[in-house]
């Protein structure tokens, strides 16, 4: 009978050792990012100075050599800062992050806009209706349906408003 430490000792013999990820191109300190959504391409392999992403488990800040890193997108706003030091803003409703062993980083929203692209009234409009739904009460499934509709309402008025 195996005991859990053992178990865990013979893994990490198996698994090798987490490390920095190598420069995207030999002897370069660049993150590429590549940043996409079904309906659009933001960014596609392009060297960026830093990116900073909202996932389930806080924002991520990635710079060039960080460690490889998977990551669930939660709504917010993914920042991105160019070489040039200007900064671009997308929100981003849900997805995935992955940092990779060969310092590429991809960013697949579900769904993505500029922050600037985004009307204050209606996300507000859109926070109220969905706040009053789930309010109203219903079925269990419409209650978590309006919950998570209020939660990207909520992260759209603040991305627009600069609380983000």
């Given at each position: 009978m195996f005991s859990l430490a053992r178990s865990a000792r013979a893994?990490?013999?198996i698994i090798p050792k987490r490390t920095y990820a190598a420069p995207a191109a030999a002897?370069?300190?660049e993150l590429q990012l590549s940043l996409?959504?079904?309906s659009a391409a933001y960014y596609s392999n392009t060297v960026?100075?830093?990116v900073d992403v909202p996932t389930l488990a806080g924002t991520?800040?990635?710079l060039a050599n960080h460690v490889p890193t998977l990551g669930v997108l939660k709504p917010g706003v993914v920042q991105v800062t160019e070489l040039d030091g200007t900064t671009q803003k997308l929100f981003v409703t849900s997805g995935t992050l992955s940092m990779n062993i060969d310092g590429t980083v991809q960013v697949l929203a579900e769904e993505a806009i500029k922050v600037e692209e985004i009307d204050?009234?209606?996300a507000r409009s859109e926070?109220?209706?969905a706040n009053r739904k789930a309010a109203e009460g219903g079925s269990e499934v419409e209650r978590a349906e309006a919950q998570i509709r209020a939660e990207v309402a909520e992260a759209l008025?603040?991305?627009v408003t600069g609380q983000a």
């Open positions: 893994i990490a013999r002897g370069s300190e996409s959504s079904p960026v100075k830093q991520v800040g990635i204050e009234a209606k926070l109220d209706s008025v603040k991305a």
